[in-house]
């Protein structure tokens, strides 16, 4: 089986500071890796070098594409990095009003994604959104609302049907519970996990949040100051990690 996401040697630097230093690994389809570590531990560098938010100083991020298998994302030029942002990757922002036109409707949101890679017929594009809202849990009647008039658990799911309408196999995702009340949390994570597993999606979530990898992360990959010190199975590296660094993180949440 070919992975759908090598990443080799994938390094960034801010000057002096080291945002990200020679990070490989592998994604297979279907799998969820977290990735954790504390504030300034290179994760969102990560997240974002991988998304072209960032434009890192070496490596290499080879993703199995559709039509022409497996590519080096950071060479191709940039009409194919839009399109594919729009067809097999998603992102799904921390702060969801990063991630949403909030001038425009919820289901201008959703049917947006689907007029970006051709979509033309409005009622297909209107049932669609629709059946996306109804999956994210927000009510039909809702449809033509903004999303300013959404609390910040709605906004966020609102932001997750908008990138999964066009059914990409790559999402990946900044912090997706953060700033949320416990309970919004509890709620959206049921939903992430249980559209995971529907779509056979293949995600990469960064958090803070090591109940949240226990959730929804197969595998876990451990940052500290740029660089990855653990990598292993969730439960694996949560029930016995190895790495002192590691250990820390598991233990200061045991005593929160």
């Known amino acids: 089986m070919t992975p759908l996401l090598d990443v080799r040697k994938l390094s960034k630097s801010y000057g002096a500071r080291i945002g990200c230093a020679d990070v490989s690994f592998t994604l297979w389809p279907g799998e969820v890796l977290g990735v954790v570590g504390e504030s300034g531990s290179g994760k969102t560098t990560l997240l974002n070098c991988l998304a072209g938010l960032l434009s890192p100083d070496a490596g290499e991020v080879i993703f199995d594409t559709r039509t022409d298998g497996p590519r080096d ?39 947006e994604r689907l007029m ?37 658990g709605m906004q966020q799911r609102l932001q997750i049907a908008r990138n ?9 995702m900044d912090e997706p519970t953060g700033g949320l009340d416990v309970s919004v949390q509890a709620r959206l994570l049921d939903l992430l996990r249980g559209l995971v597993r529907e779509l056979g999606l293949s995600a990469i979530i960064v958090t803070h949040d090591l109940a949240v990898t226990r959730l929804l992360a197969d595998r876990l990959m451990v940052m500290k100051q740029g660089r990855v010190v653990e990598t292993g199975l969730t439960d694996q590296v949560l029930d016995d990690p190895q790495h002192p660094y590691t250990q820390l993180l598991v233990s200061s949440v045991l005593q929160a």
Request: hydrophobic share 45%; proline share 5%; net charge positive.
């Open 116 to 152: 970006a890679v051709g979509a033309r017929h409005y009622g297909r594009i209107r049932g669609a959104a629709l059946d996306w809202l109804g999956r994210v849990e927000i009510a039909a009647d809702r449809i033509d609302d903004r999303p300013a008039a959404f609390s910040g």
């Open 73 to 111: 994302v950071l060479r191709m030029s940039e009409p194919e990095r839009r399109m594919l942002a729009r067809t097999d990757w998603a992102f799904v922002h921390q702060n969801p009003r990063d991630g949403l036109r909030m001038g425009v409707s919820a289901g201008g949101n959703v049917g």
């Open 164 to 172: 999964l309408v066009t059914g990409p196999r790559l999402a990946l």
